[in-house]
């Protein structure tokens, strides 16, 4: 049996801009995107109504497969913002590409305001937010092998960063965990 592609592997927090910056990634490459929570909402409904009527529990399962049949395909995959939690997925996550994106709460506020996201249903979503970010900035930190922030810029400079990461790592001129100099350093 042949080993499955290896996958660029998206992470980091709700509103980061996994999936925008994903399918640009992608294509720039000429490669595949998957995204966990679509593939989720395709087979099964709407995220929010099944927390609703089934728990989290229920949905990360549901999540658990999706993250496998993205990882499985190859290309760019963007997970959603738990995914991680899962020790089989971090298990999984070691034979591929890892990217870390991060975002300030001062800009995801505008991102993810009016949302309807089961897990910023809160009084104060922002602060929920934070606490949900804390709570996982250690995996997301752990499974990268570079990271980039989405807060400032346009996101085609975060694509184009990528991109150059993942040809460097490609062509071996970088190892994985060699990020790749931000643009304004460069100058």
Request: proline share 6%; aromatic share 4%; hydrophobic share 40%.
């Amino acid at each position: 049996m042949s080993p499955h592609p290896e996958a660029i592997v998206l992470i980091g927090p709700m509103g980061a801009g996994k999936t925008s910056i994903g399918k640009k990634v992608a294509r720039a490459l000429g490669i595949p995107f998957y995204d966990s929570d679509v593939a989720v909402v395709r087979e099964h409904g709407p995220i929010e109504q099944l927390f609703a009527e089934h728990g989290e529990a229920h949905f990360r399962a549901l999540e658990r497969q999706a993250v496998v049949g993205g990882l499985t395909g190859g290309g760019v995959v963007a997970l959603g913002g738990g995914a991680v939690m899962d020790p089989a997925t971090r298990a999984d996550l070691r034979a591929h590409r890892v990217v870390l994106l991060t975002v300030s709460p001062k800009i995801v506020a505008g991102r993810v305001r009016e949302s309807n996201r089961p897990l910023l249903q809160a009084d104060d979503a922002i602060a929920r937010w934070a606490q949900i970010y804390d709570e996982r900035r250690p995996v997301y930190e752990q499974l990268a092998d570079v990271t980039f922030d989405t807060s400032s810029g346009p996101l085609q400079n975060i694509v184009d960063a990528i991109v150059t990461w993942v040809r460097r790592t490609d062509a071996g001129e970088l190892a994985r965990d060699e990020p790749v100099q931000d643009q304004e350093e460069q100058r």
